[in-house]
Each structure stands twice: as C-alpha cells, then as structure tokens.
C-alpha cells in the first residue's frame, strides 16, 4: 500500500458555533473523505488552527503519511489535503489526521468496495444549508437524509453532491458560512464514504472557504475528474462561462481513459430547467454552447442540481429533442444513439428550499402537476418528465457494462419518484443468432480454404513418395 500526500493551507472561516460531535481535538475540524482520482485513492482534507508543518494522516498498521502546510490563513484557520493512493479493495482502513502539535482528530474506519463493473453511488441535490433562513433545522435535516439514504442502500461505492454544498449568503459573516460547512461534514458518512463536490453559485461566494475545505482529484481551472470501475466522471464548473475552456478539459479527460464504458458529466446549473432558471441567460449558454460538446464528445449522462424540483429530459442530441413515441414516465428505457445524452437534474436533498414550476421568470405555478403540465402544453424544451411534491429526494445511480439505471426517490419514504435506464445499442441478435450470422459461414470458408490447399499438395507428396522420401 502506498500513501501520496499533498498539503496545502489557505484561507478559511472560523466558526464561533459549537463543534460537531466527530471533532476529537480543538485543533481539529471538517475532517473529510472525498473521492480519489480512482477507486483505488482518497482525497482527505481538514482544518486546522495552526499551520504546524508536522500533520499527518496516520493509518493504523500502516503508513504515516507527512502533510506541507502553507503559512497562509485566512479567518485563523488553514486548510490541509491529503492523498491516499494504493487502497486495497474490500479493507477495512482506519484513520486520523493532525500532528501532536496540532492536535488529533478522532479514529474513523472506511472500506473500498470491491472493484466492479457492477455498481451504483448515491447523487443528491442541492443541501444548501443556511438556505431556510432559520425556517428549519438545515443541519439536521441533511443528517437526517445522509444517514437514511446510506442506510437504505448498503454497499453504495460513493456519494456525489450536484454544488450549492452550502447557502454562504452574501450578507453571511465567516462564521455564519463556517457553521454551514460544519453542518455539510457533521454526518459519519462524510469520513466512511468518500465524496465528490460540485461548485455551486453559492459555493462560488465564497471560493477561498471551497478551496479549504476540499481536495480536488485531477482538477483544472475548477473542473475536475475522476474514474471509478468502468466510468469516467467529469465535473465541470458552469459558474465559468467558457465553452472552449470545458470543451478541452472533456477532451483531455475523455483522452486518458478512451476505454471506459460511461462518461457521466456533472455540474451545476442544468441545461433543461422546470423553475424560473430556465429562462435565465446562464440556461441559454448551457444549451446553445455546452450541450453540443457533450453530444460530440461521447458523454451519457449528465447530473445537475440548481433547481430544487426534479427534472429528466429527453434524450438530447445537442440542443435537439429526440422524444419517445409516447409519453415519459416512470419506468422508461432508452437506448441513445451516437451523440444522444440524457441530463437528470435533482431535487433538494435537504427540503431547505424548493422551487415552483415555472413558465417564465414571473410566472410560477405552484403545487402543479406533471400531468397537469402535460395537459395544458406547458412542457418546456426538452423536458421529459418532472416532479415536484416539496420533499426531499435522492438519486441512485447503477451501474453495468450495458446499461445505468438511475432512479430517484424519497428521503423518507424510500418510494420513487422517477426511473429511467439507458442501454447500450446492440446488434438485436443473440448468441446463437450471432453464431449462425458469422461463426458459421467462417467455418465454410476455412473449409473450403482446405479444400482447395490440399488440391496443390497432395501431387507433391505423391511425387515425393515415387522418390522413395517418406511423407
């Protein structure tokens, strides 16, 4: 097993509000598993009080990985990443972070699952804590759906946030939008599970507290990418109108693992929109500049946040529809051709805020339904199907070699909201079909090869009998 570390300290908040329950130590805070550059490695970061150049990841009966410390601080409190690198599948690890000097975290325990080409990961909505203005209990209610859903789906390889981690109201003070944060690690699953994160709008308020409290894998100018079993994962920073800028990074991306059986795109703000963002100008760059780069450049899937009411779309060919003979609904299966992507954009996964279904940016509709919309021709471009019943939802997304199968729920009650698959495009024959199609007439022609070989050499061989060599 071997241990990469990079440490790096800048700017963050400090927090007058009471520590979470998992910080051991007052040096200590925001201890954080997110994903690796592969399902093999885990990007650790924490905060800190001090820039002490002496922390460390210790891994009991293993290694003892040294952290660099920059001297920067911002608020009194730096920032330190770790990599863990050679993690053995299906092993239990157990871990801390921090230095004597700096003080100890607590023990956590976390297990890579099993390498697969079958598997899944949980994909949420926007948490946005901070986002009720005090309306509710934000930091329990995404405890409250973390602990559910990991619950409900053992086995789940990582979690994935769709940005807006956090509300970071302009008007917030540093403490304010520290005690946000706070709340986003407090569940247990934040140091078993490793995560990825999006940067959302309100994440990108505060971009020096973003960067302290995450350890981005393979990361470029905001976007960034990983792999894990047989997908690649590239998430992309929209918050950054360059088209040209995103279209390199997917191709560089795409580039270094041409063999992956899925390329899923995630970032923030979605193309296909229920809410008044639909009509928003940022709406109108992700369908006419970035939808056509993920069509060309081979993407599948795409997963998004921003909204706070669901929303799947057709199958997309750039910004143009390829709609289905009848009407979307729970349970379709789609198989997209060359260039076709589908986007899924999530709902909150906290309840800390929810959006009406909207027909312009002034013209909401409350409490409407999918049906409804339907009945009246109120679809919007590109939009398949939709929900919203101001509850909190999650996304499972499965995955195998042939398909994904992406289904969204309810935190609560677990019932689902939306189910799609995609399926690979095949021949349509099956295994003896392909055999009668191809196996069988190559024999016929490898026969008839030997047929017509032996026609040349069996005068050679008479003629080497009549001269007495043995044949």
């Known amino acids: 097993m071997r241990f990469l ?8 908040t400090a927090a007058l509000v009471t520590a979470p329950a998992y910080a051991a130590d007052k040096g200590i805070d925001d201890v954080f598993l997110g994903i690796g550059t592969t399902n093999t490695s885990a990007n650790i970061s924490w905060t800190s009080t001090t820039p002490v150049t002496d922390q460390v990841v210790e891994v009991k009966d293993g290694e003892t990985v040294a952290a660099k410390t920059d001297t ?17 599948p299906g092993k239990a690890y157990s871990y801390r972070v921090g230095s004597d000097t700096a003080g100890w975290s607590d023990w956590y325990t976390f297990t890579p699952e099993a390498e697969s080409t079958n598997w899944n990961f949980l994909f949420y909505g926007d948490p946005q804590i901070g986002a009720s203005k005090g309306k509710k209990d934000d930091p329990a209610l995404w405890k409250h759906t973390v602990d559910t859903t990991v619950k409900n789906n053992p086995g789940t390889d990582f979690l994935l946030t769709a940005g807006d981690q956090v509300n970071a109201d302009r008007s917030a003070t540093e403490e304010q939008k520290e005690a946000e944060y706070d709340a986003f690690f407090a569940p247990a699953a934040m140091r078993q599970l490793r995560t990825a994160v999006q940067d959302g709008n309100h994440d990108k308020r505060s971009l020096d507290a973003f960067h302290t409290h995450y350890n981005l894998p393979n990361a470029e100018d905001q976007n960034y990418y990983f792999t894990y079993n047989n997908a690649l994962i590239i998430s992309l920073d929209t918050n950054i109108e360059d088209t040209a800028l995103h279209t390199e990074f997917i191709k560089k991306a795409i580039a270094a693992h041409p063999n992956s059986d899925w390329v899923i795109a995630t970032f923030h703000q979605p ?33 998004s946040g921003h909204e706070h009411i669901y929303g799947r779309s057709h ?22 051709a060359d260039g076709e992507v589908l986007y899924i954009t999530a709902n909150s996964a906290t309840g800390s805020k929810f959006y009406d279904f909207s027909t312009a940016i002034d013209e909401q509709h409350p409490n409407l339904t999918f049906e409804d919309s339907v009945a009246k021709n109120m679809l919007g471009h590109g939009t398949a199907y939709w929900n919203q019943d101001y509850t909190p939802d999650y996304t499972d997304v499965q995955v195998t070699p042939t398909s994904l199968k992406v289904i969204t729920r309810n935190v609560d009650d677990n019932s689902v909201v939306d189910e799609v698959t995609l399926n690979k495009a095949s021949t349509g024959l099956s295994d003896a079909e392909l055999a009668a199609a191809i ?25 080497l009998r009549a001269w007495g060599l043995p044949v």
């Open 5 to 12: 570390a990079l440490a790096t300290a800048v700017a963050t």
């Open 72 to 88: 920067t601080a911002f608020n009194g409190m730096y920032g330190v990443d770790a990599e863990l690198t050679g993690l053995t």
């Open 271 to 303: 193309p296909y929109a229920q809410s008044y963002h639909a009509y928003e100008d940022k709406t109108t760059w992700l369908r006419d500049e970035l939808t056509p780069v993920l069509s060309e450049s081979g993407v599948d899937l795409v997963l």
């Open 315 to 336: 199958l997309m060919k750039g910004n143009t529809p390829v709609k289905q003979d009848k009407q979307a609904a729970p349970g379709d299966t789609l198989t997209p």
């Open 439 to 463: 196996v069988v007439p190559l024999l016929a022609v490898l026969a008839g090869l030997g047929a017509l070989i032996a026609q040349f050499i069996e005068p050679i061989r008479a003629q």
